[in-house]
C-alpha cells in the first residue's frame, strides 16, 4: 500500500457500495456488490467479459440505477435521498450536479469532435457554473500540459492518436476536480504501442493521492498501481485484498483460473 493509502485509512470512505443488485431483462448483472474505497487509493477491478465490471463502474456515478441498493460517494448517496427509513430517486438536475463531482473516463474518449482539445476539457466547468470561460481555459492550459499535450491546445480530436485522445479524456475528467475517478478499460481501444502513454499519466494520478477506481486487463499495471483488487465473478466479489496476496496467492478457484490465462 502507498502512504497516501496508509494515511487514507484514518478518513471517511471515498466509495461505499451498500449491497447493490442490478438486472438487465432476466440477467442479474450485479448480486449484492459491497465495496468500499478509502481516499487517496487505486482500486483495480478485475474479471472475465461479461463479470459486471464495467456495469459496476456505471453505478457508481448513477449511470446505471441498481434494482437494490445504493452507492454513497464522500458519505452522500448517490442518485437517491435518504425520505425516513427509505431511498428516494433524485431529480435528474440533482443527479448531473453530483455527477460532475465524479469523473469518468470511457474505453472510447467521448470527445467532443466539433471542440478544440482547449474547449473540450473547459467545457464542463463552465457549463456548470464553477468557473467563467477564461478561468476554465486557464485551468484547460494547465491540465493539457499535465497530461502531455500544452503544445496541441488549439488541435481537434481527429488531429491525434488514440493515445493523445485518452489524455485529453483523463484531462477533461481532472477539470471539475472530482473527489473519485472513473477509469473503464482506459486502454482497450488503444494500439498497443500507445498503452503507456496513458498508463503512465494514470500512474502520476496515483501517485498523487487522486482517488481511483479503475476497470482494466492490463495486470502489471494493477500490480504496480493498486492498493486494492477486487475480483468480480458473475456480479459477485468472490475475491478482494492487496495485489500480492490477490495475484501471487490468489484463494478463490475463480480467481486462479483467471490469473492462470492472462499472466
Known amino acids: 500500500m502507498t502512504t497516501t493509502g496508509i494515511a487514507a485509512a484514518a478518513r471517511p470512505p471515498a466509495v461505499e457500495v451498500h449491497g447493490v443488485h442490478k438486472w438487465f431483462g432476466g440477467r442479474r448483472v450485479l448480486d449484492g456488490v459491497s465495496l468500499t474505497v478509502a481516499p487517496g487509493t487505486v482500486t483495480v477491478i478485475l474479471g472475465r467479459s461479461g463479470s459486471g465490471k464495467s456495469t459496476l463502474l456505471r453505478v457508481l456515478n448513477h449511470l446505471e440505477k441498481p434494482e437494490a441498493g445504493h452507492v454513497s460517494i464522500g458519505g452522500e448517496p448517490i442518485g437517491v ?48 457554473g464553477r468557473l467563467s470561460r477564461q478561468q476554465a481555459q486557464t485551468l484547460a492550459r494547465e491540465l493539457l500540459t499535465r497530461v502531455g499535450l500544452g503544445d496541441r491546445t488549439g488541435a481537434y480530436p481527429r488531429q491525434l492518436s488514440g493515445g493523445q485522445q485518452q489524455r485529453v479524456a483523463i484531462a477533461r475528467a481532472l477539470a471539475l476536480r472530482p473527489g473519485v475517478i472513473l477509469f473503464d478499460e482506459p486502454t482497450s481501444a488503444l ?7 496513458v498508463l503512465s499519466v494514470i500512474r502520476d494520478l496515483a501517485t498523487g493521492g487522486t482517488t481511483l477506481v479503475i476497470v482494466t486487463h492490463e495486470i502489471g499495471f494493477a500490480r504496480e498501481v493498486a492498493d486494492e483488487i477486487v475480483f468480480l465473478h458473475e456480479g459477485r466479489i468472490v475475491e478482494q485484498g492487496p495485489p500480492a496476496r490477490v495475484l501471487d496467492r490468489p484463494e478463490h478457484p475463480r480467481t486462479r483460473e483467471f490469473l492462470s490465462r492472462v499472466l
Do not use: K, Y
Not at 494500439?191 to 502513454?197: A, I, R
Open 81 to 128: 435521498r435518504r425520505q425516513g427509513n427509505r431511498l428516494r430517486e433524485l431529480r435528474e438536475s440533482a443527479i448531473l450536479a453530483q455527477r460532475s463531482r465524479i469523473g469518468f473516463v470511457f474505453q472510447n474518449f467521448n470527445l467532443f469532435p466539433h471542440l478544440t482539445l482547449l474547449d473540450n476539457v473547459a467545457a464542463a466547468p463552465v457549463a456548470t
Open 191 to 197: 494500439d498497443p504501442e500507445l498503452v503507456g502513454e
